[in-house]
């Protein structure tokens, strides 16, 4: 259990997947952005640190394009960040993307509650289309990134277009660079599917595109990224979706560990401390921990938190968090001191091959439903 004495460090962002803006299909996009961003001023606000749009925003990177999106954009109170993608560098440049995007929602990297948020440039160094590149600018300036996050005691984020496994070039270099950096979650766009991968060090996530969607007949919605106190958090919530939204975002879910020795991803035995996201509800709403046959009222702390205590023993628990008619679901694995996971050499570091597969709870089909594997020729 964390101790009392010690504050939580928590961040949160939402993930609105690749927009692919474009006049050809009627602005599609524009009005499912225009229907996120109400959803999230209106139920979010106050409870999310920043929106993140991760490429492909412009489907040919048009001017007009981008003017379409920074409209929709613009009734966004909470900040947002920015990354190109190769529909961007569809004009052999990303002029069009710089000039339309205000130096402030893309930055190269950010402090956030104590989280160092780097954001990288995958497309600009390559010859376009799916010729994924790093700079030596942006390679020199992990290695520098990841050793301030270290020095200064903060967790590190990656935000880029893509995977490691989907560069043409240095692709494992990267991707060892993030494990032994000891970062926490790398958010990609891209795949126009949801999928987590865990290559065993490192959690990555994709978030359905915004256009051009095959998967869940269609459905567009966005990802709710949470890391607190190290373990990460991923749901998607379609728009048509009710609310509220619930979210366990501590302990951790066997399916996210890379850390089995820290208590906050593998609990010991004993009593451990639940942590969930409760976001658009009333004030007075009630709460409850359900474990087996057992339901406890949570409390929200001042940090909008929702917490209640459980004593597992050592095994496989599931441990559900309800609210009104909505709740979500963790499987938490418990060991004691003597007994915690082994965790093997790296393998294959940030590959797609380490997929976790279908979890529907999260909103994960594992069908991989997308231009990129198995989905049209958009």
Known sequence: MTDARIPSRSITWVHIGDLHLDEADGWESRDRLVAI???IETRLRGSVDFVYLPGDNANHGTPE???????ALAALTVPWRIIPGDHDFEPGDLSAYDAAIPPENRPEHEVIADHRCIFLDIVSAG??????RLTMHDRNRIAEELARASAERQTPLVFMHAYPGDLAADGDAVAQSLLYGHVAFVDTGHTHYNELLNDGYVVYGATRST????????????AI???HDGVPSWRFRAVDAPWP???IVSPCDR?????????????????VTVTARVDGAPDNIDVTLEHGSTATPMTRGADGLWRSEVSLNAGLHALRVNCEHRSDTIDVLVRGADAIPKRRLPVAPGQE??????WPIAGIDGAQLGPNKNGGGW
Request: net charge neutral; aromatic share 6%.
């Open 65 to 71: 394009q981008y003017r379409v999106m920074t409209d």
């Open 255 to 271: 399916r996210l560990v890379t850390r089995p020795a820290d208590p906050l991803q593998v609990p010991r035995p004993g009593n």
């Open 37 to 39: 961003v109400h959803q």
């Open 127 to 132: 010859a376009g289309g799916p010729d994924f």
């Open 353 to 358: 091959c380490h997929a976790v597969g279908a």
């Open 225 to 227: 990224v949470t890391v």
């Open 211 to 222: 256009g051009q969607i095959e998967e869940d007949r269609g459905r567009a919605g966005f």
């Open 245 to 247: 939204h619930v979210q």
